[in-house]
């Protein structure tokens, strides 16, 4: 027949090459539908062979090859070929099928483990025996009675993606008679293990042989050395040759390489041992120990047929081996039958035996580490060895294989989990140690660890005639492990931890001989390290060691361009299994870079970079790299990860905010320090103690979608630990150089903020990114200033985006010790800084209104600064001298010149004008633009009144108050009333730690005046005791008035404070206390506090001094780039003014909002930063306004465009700080610092939710519904849908607070509709509330889709009066509380204000396949309990929902069932209500008139139906008359069943009852009634009651 393939095959099937060549297409995306037939049917004896050409790495499993009696004309062909049904034999793996049955568990050579190149071959025999072929060998029969007329069968099933036909006709004679010439010289072969050891005599004999025959055969016999026996270590050996003669470990490796080739090639050509007569010696003086069936004689080429006469002495084990007839090994009498050594059939749980018992695999091994234990089918004989080798290792567990001997039969064992726990009759080899009967007796047995062993290194052992236990690693004896041991012992190994795969090694056998010392040769290679490179003979020095991605990858990826580009092909389609790793370990100091080649804008989050310990070729690699759990350093977004654990928050650039173009890189140092490069910009150390040996891992998630290894040429320069070169610095340099005469030298540090950019020789500066990046940007000098040397810089680039720019400074922190912060007005020590027109010393504001404003220059401005000699500090703008800034600045000490690449300040450089100046300048008198530093602010201060406790002490005309003796008494109040919202603060200047307990801080209404001259007779010790007026003040983190609690846990508690914090009090015009803590509103402490009312301090245990900040002019506590607000606040006393007779009534004026410039980065403004759209992605949308929102003003915006692709949708709240620099997360919910955000149907404050089921739906609202917040003037928040008050969400807002909005999910773009909108909260402009709607104004809101909240006075929380109402009539059932779910929460309402509260859709799909169902509006559904049987999770995601009605009569006997009852128990009709029982329902009478037909009732079948506008009605669910115990009302109930039901267990029909309009507008009255005969198709799920 012809050797082709018929052209109809799977759907992913592309044939080629004549129909000779067949590729399953998208083999990365799919693993199946590759199946292919031969295009005629075989013939007997005809051998249908094809080739696999290429294979990936991303699936598992491999080709399958069969036949089957299936014409492949008529075909409909299965996904794979283990679907074949009808007469189809398939070999899968090492399993054979039929007809998708299996029938023979271990058969033939493993298809799996076939690799490119490899040929496959189907046979039918003569006799109807199935056969397989593998490279030419014949695997035996598979199976037996196979009819004529089959059609073979290829699947490209996983990993095998392309194969080739090569052939279809009868094996050849030649070969079968090779075949059986070999299978019978292999079944007489005889020969004993290698051992090379060095401490068993006449055992090393073979080996000189074969190092003198190598060397014989080059002509240098006398030069060869000969080997000591006498080491045991396989990376010492041998190191000490013959003095005379001197190898390298190189020339050494050589030598035995080819001695060992040399034997195997004299064995191939026909010299089973060797002989000497290639050497000129007879062989017919053999060795003893040989056996008279050896060949010898025979020239080391082989050429000579001549037979060696040597019979030999068998019995002789220790002979020495001599003569030409020197053999590799020793003869042991352990090897005189064919009886090999196999595993035994009974073993370990998790064990699978395969290759005729002589490998054994533990299964599961990402998910179970023991249960591996495997032993041998016969005990060991004296100095027999047995030796495996290791084929598979996993990196996920700690410890590995273990090995030894034991007594115990296995026949009777009962198998441990681990040998180690077994306690008699066991000694075994654990890492380096030897354990019996699972206790330690020897710790340090060998220095060669088994946990350390990689694959395919071997370990035996031998159980000597002596007794003695000897372990063997890759053929070297580690020598006496126990000196005794039992006479009868079996050997024994743990597959355990990484250890996965082992196979006994037979040394008769040439292909394990030549494994085995290939594991012997890289063990005495030089190169003895791991991981170990593979030896080449013949290694060209010209190939590079280049770094490519390896070819296993993830699920979603695939590798191209020769290994240099990795992508996700379908990337709109996925977001993960995207991971790729390096194809080798990375070196030391090597860096590997990547360049993103194409980003998608559908996902969030982006590239993640990193490396890991596990090898590709063994990694069942994760979805993303930070699920792996060991061995993994990733670097995502801004963060880095370790083993999936966050160990670094902001550590560099963050990674989502690339672009195509970018590039990301990473590096292990010799240190073991690990550091990332962003567009070739170091980010610093990552993480410390790498190990040696990772491999590089990039993972192409979210929107990254390809990238490119970047060559060594493209490499950026790896950072070296200090300074180097003639243009930077050492950090180490002296301050001041004597006799220096020029500023070249100042420059910009190596070390920088996260985001800024050192360029031009250190003379330039920029922040990267600078559109989507306002901060992280700080930039310090080389070296620190000396006095009256000034350094200038000049603003080169700025954009619009953002507010505030550039600040400037100087710190006394050398830059090896800095910390960057975001920006440098954190830093809470030894700095000074210019923000806007305010002076800070260490994060505190000190003055306003210096000389100049640096938020109002431009690019050209030049910044300059210079501490003078006397300790202050200038500010030049332009080359003008702004006057002092600052005074008291440490003479001597040294300080460094700060600059803050801000906001619109995107890139500076420093000027030629830096340098020494005229040092007149530093003393010049102070100007009018000037302010001493020991004022408190600008304007009118503070003071305190003159009345206070007796150990306190008043300085600096009442603005600074010292306690002077003992821990208590210090009580001082404010010399004035406060007025509303006036700030009094006060700043910590000095503390005493040998007291507890700190300041206390409040209002009072006591009044100063008012108290004695003696301020004995007045003052408590304390104000925590103060009685005599009502006091409201916070001590700790708790809130007292006259000293007794109201609050626990109000904010950050006092005694924490230490010098340099503020502490300010105030008063609101909702009479509510508020307290700062360095400049941040803690919210509302008290309310209802007094209007005449004094700020009360009391200087208190540590707190011994404090200075007053504040002054009586009204102005913004942050006092740093905060908008003004002196459009927004009230005026003094606001609250306080009457309408006067006549006058029109006072309203609030409008504020015009609009949106932020700082926003979220997939946001784009219009129409006068009115509008904002979401343009990217489904997140990324967070948005606020400008304005603060003031009270009483209602904020609103219309939804305009929604996206039905995405899922959720906007969220919306007020946000309680300024949100100029606030560094917007990728979603709301991240932020955690005074918000309150309104997300569907809840209400959350700083991310915890605190109010449920408030208002409607967000995530339903459609395109044209407004939204609406509002804060009234008792700091309640309030939601607007479409003008409607939803109540009030939450309470206590501060002010200021700024509207947010994030247009998240389907919401895409939003305009603020505020500005036409009256105010809300003057004269005769009322909220409405559920007292003034009228029912037109329910009907309009329900059109709109958009469900009205109840006044807020009705607590949403509470239980619905509909659903208290169906509950009595359930305990009026009197059914056991057993049948219901204990857990309330499932028992849900849906009458009209509960699922309209939660925002319920009418309709949803269900199961497999999925199908609609309708919600049951209009009853309350009581959760019944799942019996433990029932697989509830299956049942529930793939079976259907449906509905039932039954009868209260019925109740009892389908809830006693568990199952839905047949007949007229479910299904009936009753008559009018008669009686009346005696629980207070009457039951209906069966009318048999109006039942079912008798047909009906003959065939037991239940009735049910998706909707309850069906199963609900009358006849199906007959209503009963009960009166409610608590009303006495008299009221109509129905009762059902919501079921869950078992896809195909029912059939779908018309309904029954003749009617003829729609009784759903989803479901056809054709489709509408389901009939089921399937007793245990259906679950009960919840009692439906509806009561009337």
Known sequence: MAAELHPCSGKLIGLSNSNRTAQRNQPVQEFNHGLVLSREPLKDRDVFTVRIDKKVNSWSGSIEIGVTSLDPAGLDFPSSATGLKGGSWIVSGCSVLRDGRSVLEEYGRDLDQLSEGDHVGIQRSTHGELHLWVNGQDCGAAASGLPTGLWAVVDLYGKCTQVTVVSCEPPSLAERDTERETVEEREQEDEEEVVVCGVREGEFGGLTSAVNLAAATNGTLEEVPVLPPTHNRPDKFPNNLEPETVLTEHQLFDVLNNAIVSLYRSEDNGGGDLGGGGIGRDSGTGSRGDRGSSSGGGSVNGNSSDSGGGTGNTGSVNSPAGGGGA??????????????????????????????????????????FNNGVVMTNRPLRHNEMFEIRIDKLVDKWSGSIEIGVTTHNPNNLDYPATMTNLRSGTIMMSGCGILTNGKGTRREYCEFSLDELQEGDHIGLMHKASGALHFYINGIDQGVAAAQTPAVVYAVVDLYGMAVKVTIVHNH????????????????????????????????????????????????????????????????????????????????????????????????????????????????????????????????????????????????????????????????????????????????????NVPPSVYAVVDLYGQAAQATIMDDVDLPPLPEDSSEGPTVMSPSSPCSVAGGNSANDLRFHQLHGTNAVITNGGRTALRQNCRSEFNDAIVISNRCLRDGELFEIV?????????????????????????????????????????????????????????????????????GMMRSATGDLHYYINGVDQGVACTGLPPGKEVYAVIDLYGQCVQVSITSSSGPQDNSLCTSNITERSFPIHSPVAGVAHRLHSKHGKNVVLLGEGCQAVRVGGYAHGIVFSAKELKTDELFEVKIDEVDDQWSGSLHMGLTTLAPPELPSCPMSGLSPSLTQFRSKVTW?????????????????????????????????????????????????MGPAATAVAKNVYAVLDLYGRVTAVSIVSSSVLEDAGSVKAPSLSSDSCSEGEEDRTPVEGDEPALVPNTVMAFLENHGKNIQLSHENLTAARVSSYNQGLLVTAQPLPRQQLFQFQIDRLNASWTSSLSLGVIGHSPDRLNFPSTACCLKRSVWLLQRDSVFHNSLKICENYGPNLDTCPEGTVLGLLVDGNSCLHLYVNGMDQGVAAQDIPTPCYPLIDLYGQCEQVTIVTNNVATVGGEGIKARCQGDMEKADMVDGIKESVCWMPHPEVNPNKTCEYQALCSRFKDLLTLPDGYFNEDAKYNLCYCESCHKLRGDESYYKRGEPPRDYALPFGWCRFALRIKPHCDMSNSFKQWHIAYHGTSVGALRRTLDHAQLLSGTSSIFSVSPVKTEGPNGYSEPEVNSSNSLPDRDREVPRVQLSPTMRYSGLEMFAPKVQFRDPRSHCCHQAQVGFQVCVRPGSYKVGPQTLGAIEPLDPRFSNTEIEWITKDQGGTLLYGLLIRVE
């Open 327 to 368: 053999r590799l090994g020793a003869v042991t009498g352990g090897m005189l039958t064919n009886d090999a050594l196999l595993f035994h059939e009974k073993c370990g749980t998790l064990i699978k035996l395969s290759n005729n018992n002589k490998t054994a695999e533990r299964r599961r091994p990402l998910d179970e």
């Open 509 to 688: 056998n040439h292909s394990d001989r030549l494994r085995r010392n290939n594991a012997i040769m890289r063990a005495l290679s030089p190169d003895v390290g791991r991981p170990r490179p593979a030896h080449s003979l013949t290694p060209d020095p010209d190939t590079p060691d280049r770094l490519l991605f390896h070819s296993n990858c993830g699920q979603k990826a695939a590798i191209i361009s020769e290994g240099r580009t990795a992508l996700r092909p379908h990337a709109t389609d996925d977001f993960n299994h995207g991971v790729v790793l390096s194809g080798r370990p990375l070196h030391s100091n090597e860096v590997f870079q990547v360049r993103i080649d194409k980003m998608v804008d559908k996902w969030a989050g982006s590239i993640e970079i990193g490396v890991t310990t596990h090898n590709p070729a063994y990694l069942q690699l994760p979805s993303t790299m930070t699920n792996l759990r060991s061995g993994t350093w990733m670097m995502t977004g801004n963060g880095v990860m370790h083993n999936g654990t966050t160990i670094l928050d902001e550590y560099g650039h963050n990674l989502d905010r690339l672009k195509a173009g970018d590039t990301v890189g990473v590096v292990r140092k010799e240190d073991g320090s690990l550091h990332f490069f962003v567009n070739g910009v170091a980010q610093g150390p990552a993480a410390w």
């Open 795 to 863: 603003i080169q680039k700025m954009v619009d985006r953002w507010s505030g720019s550039i600040e400037a400074g100087v710190t006394a922190i050398r830059p090896e010790e800095l910390e960057f912060p975001n920006t440098m007005t954190d830093i809470d020590y030894d700095t000074w800084m210019l923000s806007g027109t305010a002076i800070m010393q260490d994060g505190n504001t000190m003055r306003n209104n210096y000389g100049c404003d640096l938020d109002t220059l431009t690019t050209g401005s030049r910044i």
């Open 1033 to 1081: 003040l916070l001590a700790g983190s708790e809130v007292r008035r006259n000293g007794l609690l109201q609050r626990q846990n109000y904010g950050a508690s006092l005694d924490r404070l230490t010098v340099g914090n503020r502490v300010g009090v105030k008063r609101c015009s909702d009479d509510t206390m508020h307290v700062l803590i360095d400049g941040e509103d």
